[in-house]
């Protein structure tokens, strides 16, 4: 192609300006892409801290009811394509006691499996195994540390209605939670049966978790409306984390947006001042025959060369910064997402051929007469 050709031979008369708007165009691309992918991966990891080990949608008895049946989890999993794991779990308070020590802890009692679904324990144990027979407890690396108790002890806990438990202590995890680790305990549903009295049936809550933690909302309406229950979701008891998640990705967008811009006007002045400079070069190239059109194409030809050559290396540059952040001292990774990426780079060409398009108009509507005779 005729205007591919001169495209390129115009670039190459001016090796240091392409290269400048094509180092130009990658620092913009590889700003989009290393901070795009650093705020995701962020957010995945503050959000897998923070609810990924916990219910995303829990379900409690409505108003004038005490307990759920357990049959509840099971009608959630066969109903809600998102629910990943769904638990029945009974709740009670205990108190351990040693001397004049004192702490409280919140047990939870629910099946092995279903516990793990909802709270990764098989994976967070620091010591001992994760196992949940009769009169076992699990317990957090917080509150084995200020108690001294670890795998084997015996711990003694205050029940609710004043009597005395006595559990063996299984394991010891860590959800990387302080407060967790301090406050909650999980032992085996018929455990927490006998510490509340329940009959076999009968439980505090359902505990859902989802493949789509930001779907709780809408979930939780569905859940609500379909069983005999209320349903209370993550986002609406963690405002505060919602607030910084919303933040994190408008501070991110408007980034992207300014580097877009930089990169638009950075691709249209360069453009502009090689129209000016190529006007004679046009002028005979129209006055022997070249149509508009094709003298406009070589102003998008040079876009789209500039915009490729800048895009590409942007993205390798984007990577490279990606890989060194690996070795920096902070306790999350930067995961590249190849959708993600894909975009910024169809966003970048697309800027470049959009920032070509005043130059490629003004060059159409040149008069080689007047050039030529202009000089």
Do not use: C
């Amino acid at each position: 192609m005729l205007s591919l050709r001169i495209a390129a031979r115009f670039l190459k008369t001016s090796p240091g300006q392409s290269a400048l708007i094509i180092a130009g165009i990658a620092v913009g691309i590889a700003t989009q892409v290393f901070v795009g992918s650093l705020i995701t991966s962020l957010q995945a990891d503050l959000i897998d801290t923070t609810v990924g080990s916990s219910p995303h949608v829990t379900l409690l008895p409505p108003d004038g009811e005490t307990t759920l049946p357990g049959s509840y989890a099971e009608r959630v999993l066969d109903s809600e394509p998102l629910a990943t794991d769904a638990v029945a779990v009974r709740d009670f308070s205990a108190i351990y006691a040693d001397g004049d020590e004192s702490l409280p802890l919140s047990v939870k009692g629910g099946g092995a499996a279903g516990i793990d679904g909802i709270y990764g324990l098989s994976g967070r144990l620091v010591e001992g195994a994760y196992t949940l027979a009769d009169d076992e407890i699990l317990v957090g690396a917080g509150f084995a540390e200020a108690t001294g108790v670890g795998p084997g002890d015996e711990l003694s806990l205050l029940l609710p209605d004043g009597r005395t438990g006595a559990y063996v202590v299984s394991g010891v995890f860590d959800l990387g939670a302080a407060a967790a680790n301090e406050r909650l305990a999980f032992t085996a549903a018929q455990t927490a049966a006998a510490a509340l009295g329940l009959e076999t049936d009968a439980y505090s809550a359902i505990e859902v978790q989802l493949s789509d933690v930001f779907a709780s909302t809408e979930v939780a309406e569905r859940l609500a409306s379909e069983l005999d229950a209320v349903a209370v979701d993550w986002q609406a008891t963690n405002e505060e984390l919602l607030s910084g998640l919303q933040a994190q990705s408008g501070s991110s967008a408007m980034i992207q947006v300014f580097v877009l811009v930089a990169v638009a006007l950075g691709i249209a002045s360069t453009l502009a001042i090689s129209a000016v400079q190529k006007t004679r070069q046009i002028g005979i190239l129209k006055a022997m025959g070249m149509g508009d059109g094709p003298a406009g194409r070589i102003f998008l030809w040079q876009a789209a060369l500039l915009g490729a050559g800048g895009t590409t290396g942007g993205i390798a540059l984007g990577y490279a910064l990606i890989w060194g952040f690996s070795f920096a001292p902070v306790p999350f990774s930067i995961r590249p997402e190849p959708q993600f990426i894909a975009i910024s780079a169809v966003v970048g060409i697309s800027v470049a051929l959009a920032s070509s398009v005043i130059p490629a108009r003004k060059t159409s509507r040149l008069d080689p007469i007047e050039v030529i005779q202009s000089g």
